[in-house]
T-cell receptor
Framework: GAVVSQHPSWVICKSGTSVKIECRSLDFQATTMFWYRQFPKQSLMLMATSNEGSKATYEQGVEKDKFLINHASLTLSTLTVTSAHPEDSSFYIC??????????FGSGTRLTVV | GENVEQHPSTLSVQEGDSAVIKCTYSDSASNYFPWYKQELGKRPQLIIDIRSNVGEKKDQRIAVTLNKTAKHFSLHITETQPEDSAVYFCAAAYNQGGKLIFGQGTELSVKP
C-alpha cells in the first residue's frame, strides 16, 4: 500500500533554532500534502495544505512565517519550524492525498523545544 | 469554517459490550467520513470510512452510519475487546481529497 515516510521521528532542539521535518511519498505522487499538529490528549489540528509547485494554504491562526512549508516535488514536502520555542513542542504529522484512495499519514515527528 | 464535533470525549465499557461514538459536521459539502484509531505517539489508523452516497457500512465488529440530512455520523463497535482500547477520531472531508478535519477524539477504555 501507499507509504509516506516522515523524518525525523523525534527531535530535541534549543529555543530559537529551526527544525525541518520531511515527508516523502514512497510509491505514489502526492500532489497535495496536509500538515497537522497534535498536542497531548488533543485532536489533530490542520495547520496547512501544501500543493506541489505552489504556495501553501494556511489555516486561520497559523503563522505562515513561522511554519514554512515547501512542496517542491511530487514526492517531498517539508515543514520548517523557525525560531522554535517551548510552546511549539508538539507531535507534527503529515498526510498525503492519494487520488481517490484517501489519505496516507506519515509516522509523525515528536518535537521538543528546550 | 469547517467543524467536526465528537462525543463523548471518554467512554468506558465492559468487555463484550457495545460502544458508540457520535460526530456531527458543519460543512454540508463534506462527502467522505473516515474513522481512525490512534495509539499513543503513533499515526492514525483508518478503521472504516463511509461516503455520502451510503447510509451504513459494516466491517465485522465495526459499523458506521451516516445521516446526511442531520449531518451526523456514528461509529459502532460491537463485542468490544480490551485491544479496542485507544483514542478514536472521526473526520470529514470534501471529495475525499480535500482537507480532512478531525473531531476532538474519544478515549475508549474496554475493561476486561
Amino acid at each position: 500500500g501507499a507509504v509516506v515516510s516522515q523524518h525525523p521521528s523525534w527531535v530535541i532542539c534549543k529555543s530559537g533554532t529551526s527544525v525541518k521535518i520531511e515527508c516523502r511519498s514512497l510509491d505514489f505522487q502526492a500532489t497535495t500534502m496536509f500538515w497537522y499538529r497534535q498536542f497531548p490528549k488533543q485532536s489533530l489540528m490542520l495547520m496547512a495544505t501544501s500543493n506541489e509547485g505552489s504556495k501553501a494554504t494556511y489555516e486561520q491562526g497559523v503563522e505562515k512565517d513561522k511554519f514554512l512549508i515547501n512542496h517542491a516535488s511530487l514526492t517531498l514536502s517539508t515543514l520548517t519550524v523557525t525560531s522554535a520555542h517551548p510552546e511549539d513542542s508538539s507531535f507534527y504529522i503529515c498526510s498525503a492525498r492519494q487520488g481517490a484512495e484517501g489519505y496516507t499519514f506519515g509516522s509523525g515527528t515528536r518535537l521538543t523545544v528546550v | 469554517g469547517e467543524n467536526v464535533e465528537q462525543h463523548p470525549s471518554t467512554l468506558s465499557v465492559q468487555e463484550g459490550d457495545s460502544a458508540v461514538i457520535k460526530c456531527t459536521y458543519s460543512d454540508s459539502a463534506s462527502n467522505y467520513f473516515p474513522w481512525y484509531k490512534q495509539e499513543l505517539g503513533k499515526r492514525p489508523q483508518l478503521i472504516i470510512d463511509i461516503r455520502s452516497n451510503v447510509g451504513e457500512k459494516k466491517d465485522q465488529r465495526i459499523a458506521v452510519t451516516l445521516n446526511k440530512t442531520a449531518k451526523h455520523f456514528s461509529l459502532h463497535i460491537t463485542e468490544t475487546q480490551p485491544e479496542d482500547s485507544a483514542v478514536y477520531f472521526c473526520a470529514a472531508a470534501y471529495n475525499q481529497g480535500g482537507k480532512l478535519i478531525f473531531g476532538q477524539g474519544t478515549e475508549l477504555s474496554v475493561k476486561p
